[in-house]
């Protein structure tokens, strides 16, 4: 759908010395594309809850969509991110928290 277009579209690979690997290069062209595609996709919008994976980054992107979201990563939490949108990503980490148990 237009999602895995958008992805095809926007993800190259880029040497980094020990071979090549996946990256957006324009992250926040990406981020705001990605969020007007979602906001179409009525099965997306019609769950209550997100599981994000790989790219990390979706999590970020799946959080601005209002829903509760769980992650499951096996890979670097920068992976798919040029170094300045690493650092950006890292802060969103940094000021997530798990939700408060109510016993």
Excluded at 83 to 91: D, I, P
Aim: proline share 6%; with cysteine.
């Amino acid at each position: 759908g237009a999602l895995e277009r958008l992805f095809r579209s926007s993800v190259a690979t880029n040497p980094n010395g020990l071979g090549y690997f996946p990256v957006v290069d324009d992250f926040s062209a990406f981020a705001a594309t990605f969020l007007q595609v979602a906001s179409q996709e009525k099965d997306l919008l019609a769950s209550d809850l997100l599981l994000c994976g790989e790219p990390a980054f979706l999590c970020a992107l799946f959080h601005q969509l209002g829903k509760p979201v769980v992650g499951y990563l096996g890979n670097p939490l920068g992976a798919y991110l040029t170094e300045e949108a690493q650092l950006e990503f890292y802060r969103f980490v940094s000021l997530s928290q798990a939700p408060s148990s109510s016993q």
